[in-house]
C-alpha cells in the first residue's frame, strides 16, 4: 500500500544532490475541515504545508518552525506552524469585512496584494534563525524558488503543486539541491544540469499520485544517479491549543471579564473560559 502523508529526504549517491519530498493529502484535509476557507485559500496552504516540511526535513534536533506568508488584502496573513515530530497545524487570516468564502484568487498579488513577504522562522536548540524575502512572483512555486536563490544561495529546483476533490485537499512538493563543489567540477555541474532536467519532467498529477511510493517515484526519475531515499517522516495535523494556554495568554494580556468565548484560529475549537480560574 503506497505511503501517503510523509515526507522525505534522498541524495544521489553518482552526484552532488541532495532533496526532499513531501505528499499530503488526509492530514491537511484534517487541518482545514473545521474552516470555510475557498478553494483557493485551502490550496495555498495545502503548498505552504508541504515546502515547510520539505524545509524541515533535515533538522535532526528538536525544533519548532514557522511559515508565514503576510499582505494587506484579501489575505494578512498563512501560516503554518511545525513541529520536529512531523506534526502541523496552520490557519490564514483576512482583511477586516471579508469573507473567505468569496476569496477566489489565483496568484500571490492577488491574495497578498502588494509589498506581501515571506518569513521562515525557525527555533532550534534556544536558537532562532529567520529569513524574510518578498513575494515577487504570480505562483507560489516561484516564490520559494526565489526564496531559494536570495536566502539559501544553493542552485535548488522546487517543485508545488496541490489538488481538491471535493471536501479532500492534496498537495506535494519536491525540492532538490546541488552540494556545494569546492573543486568546480564540470561532471558535477553537467550532472545538476541533467538531474534539473529530469526534474521539471515530473507531471503535477505524478507529485501527487497517492497510488505511487514516493521512493519509486524518487528511483524512476533519478535512476542513472543511484539515489538514495536516507530518511522519512510521517506526516500528522494537530493542534497545540489548551484551555489552559487561554488563560495563561488572558492572564498575560489583563484581561479580567469572566466567562469569555475564545476560538482557536488553527482548528476552530470553542473554550469557554472563566478568567477567575486562570491560576487553577
Known sequence: MPKTDSCISFYLQKAAIR???CRISKSITNAL????????????????????????????SEYQAVMQLTG???????????????????????ADKL???????????????????????????QQRYQTLVALRHSKLEDCFQDYFDQSEQVP??????SKLAG???????LILHKMPDLTNNNDENDNWEAAKIFTQTIKADE??????????????????????VSRETTINFQCKCSEKKFKETLF????????????????????????????S
Do not use: W
Request: charge should be negative.
Open 167 to 173: 471536501t479532500a485537499v492534496k498537495a506535494a512538493s
Open 33 to 60: 475541515v473545521n474552516h470555510s476557507y475557498s478553494n483557493s485559500i485551502n490550496r495555498l496552504l495545502a503548498e505552504m504545508t508541504a515546502v515547510s516540511h520539505c524545509l524541515t526535513m533535515n533538522t535532526k
Open 156 to 161: 535548488s529546483v522546487v517543485l508545488i503543486t
Open 19 to 21: 532533496g526532499q519530498f
Open 252 to 279: 498575560q494580556l489583563g484581561i479580567s471579564e469572566n466567562s469569555l468565548e475564545v476560538i482557536c484560529e488553527y482548528c476552530n475549537k470553542k473554550y469557554s473560559i472563566d478568567i477567575e480560574c486562570k491560576n
Open 207 to 228: 507529485l501527487m499520485d497517492l497510488n505511487t511510493d514516493m521512493e519509486k517515484l524518487i528511483y524512476l526519475v533519478y535512476d542513472e544517479f543511484g539515489p538514495i
Open 99 to 125: 469573507n473567505s468564502k468569496d476569496i477566489n484568487c489565483n496568484t500571490v498579488p492577488e491574495l497578498f496584494g502588494h509589498n506581501a513577504k515571506l518569513l521562515f522562522t525557525m527555533d532550534i536548540k
Open 72 to 94: 494587506t488584502t484579501p489575505l494578512r496573513a498563512a501560516l503554518v506552524d511545525l513541529y520536529d515530530n512531523g506534526l502541523f497545524r496552520c490557519c490564514a487570516s483576512f
